[in-house]
C-alpha cells in the first residue's frame, strides 16, 4: 500500500534530504565501488550528494517523502552538478587504485550529459527499509508534473540497474551505458518532452 506523500524540500530540510539520499544509496553499485568501506561511504556521501544534486534545494527543485524515507534531486535546466567541489572530493577520499576510473567515470558523464536544456534527475533515492512503498513513484509522479507542465524533456544516469524499471515506467528510455576501468555500469536514460 502506498501511503508516501511528497513535498518540496526547503533549506531548513537539506540534512533529512542528504541524510535520504545517504541512506538510500547505501546498496548503490557505484557509489560502494567508490567507497567500498562503511565508514568512508557514510563520511564522504552526504558531501558528494550535495556536491552533484544540492542546487535542487537552493532552487526549490528537491523532493522528500513522509517521514523523509526519501529524496529526489532534480536539477533545472541550465543548472549542473559543482564540478570542482566533486573533484575536490573525490581527490581526498578516493583510493589511489581507484582515482583514474572514477575521475574517468565523471568525464563521461559530463560529455554523454544532452546538449540541449533538461530536467536532469541527478539523484533519487529511497531507505531501503522502505522498498516498495511506493516512495519512489510518488516522488517521480509528482515531479514529472511539473516537468510535462513546462513541456521539457528529463535526464538521468542509474547507477544502480534495479531502479530502470521505475524510470521506464515513467517514461524514460535507456539510451546507452558508460563505464571506466573497474567501475560499474552507469545507465543513461531520457525522457521525450511532453504535452
Known amino acids: 500500500m502506498n501511503s508516501a506523500a511528497a513535498h518540496i524540500a526547503s533549506e531548513e530540510e537539506r540534512y533529512k534530504v542528504l541524510s535520504a539520499i ?7 553499485p557505484i557509489f560502494r565501488w567508490v567507497w567500498p568501506e562503511p565508514h568512508s561511504y557514510l563520511s564522504n556521501m552526504p558531501a558528494f550528494a550535495e556536491a552533484f544534486g544540492g542546487g535542487a534545494i537552493v532552487n526549490g527543485s528537491a523532493q522528500c517523502t513522509t517521514g523523509y ?43 554523454h ?17 522502505k522498498y516498495g512503498c511506493g516512495h519512489g513513484a510518488t516522488m ?23 531502479n530502470i524499471t521505475l524510470y521506464q515506467r515513467h517514461g524514460f528510455e535507456a539510451t546507452g551505458t558508460i563505464q571506466a576501468g573497474e567501475s560499474p555500469k552507469i545507465y543513461l536514460m531520457y525522457r521525450e518532452a511532453r504535452k
Open 140 to 162: 517521480m509522479h509528482a515531479f514529472l508534473e511539473r516537468v510535462d507542465s513546462a513541456g521539457m524533456p528529463a535526464y538521468l544516469e542509474s547507477t544502480n540497474p534495479a
Open 69 to 111: 524515507f526519501g529524496a529526489a534531486l532534480w536539477l533545472e535546466p541550465g543548472s549542473y552538478p559543482d564540478e570542482d567541489r566533486i573533484a575536490d572530493i573525490i581527490q581526498r577520499t578516493v583510493s589511489p587504485e581507484k582515482l583514474e576510473d572514477v575521475f574517468s567515470v565523471l568525464k563521461l558523464m559530463g560529455e
Open 22 to 28: 545517504t541512506a538510500a544509496f547505501i546498496h548503490d
Open 113 to 129: 550529459h544532452p546538449d540541449e536544456p533538461v530536467w536532469h534527475l541527478a539523484m533519487i533515492g529511497v531507505d531501503p527499509t
